[in-house]
């Protein structure tokens, strides 16, 4: 069984920072692509930044230039370092992974449950 577990979220005032890391655990084979997407109240769950497992970068344009995801593959645990937060930043962050469990099995999106970012304007 495979688990994606998020920490780092938390309160913070306009204009800090969080770092936010994801790591996944259990049946494990490969993992390609790994994400943070994010849902505000009201809204619907949205890309924040992708990158691959040879660590090319994607990332929304609100966030470009604030925020930077990274990895560690040899840990299964994907990073986002948040810089510069907005009150519009507001939401719960949610951890996605491309992932095959086991040897010759398909790739399928798993997901954590997510951490709330809170920022204070």
């Known amino acids: 069984q495979v688990q994606l577990v998020e920490s780092g979220g938390g309160l913070v005032q306009a204009g800090g920072s969080l770092r936010l890391s994801c790591t996944a655990s259990?049946?494990?084979?490969?993992?390609?692509?790994m994400a943070w997407y994010r849902q505000a109240p009201g809204k619907q769950r949205e890309l924040v930044a992708t990158?691959?497992?040879?660590?090319?970068?994607n990332y929304a344009d609100s966030v470009k230039g604030r925020f930077t995801i990274s990895r560690v593959n040899a840990k299964n645990t994907v990073y986002l370092q948040m810089n510069s937060l907005k009150p519009e930043d507001t939401a719960v962050y949610y951890c996605n992974a491309d992932l095959a469990p086991y040897s010759g099995t398909s790739y399928f999106p798993y997901w954590g449950r997510g951490t709330q970012v809170t920022v204070s304007s």
């Open positions: 259990g049946s494990i084979f490969s993992i390609n692509a």
């Open positions: 990158i691959t497992s040879d660590g090319s970068t």
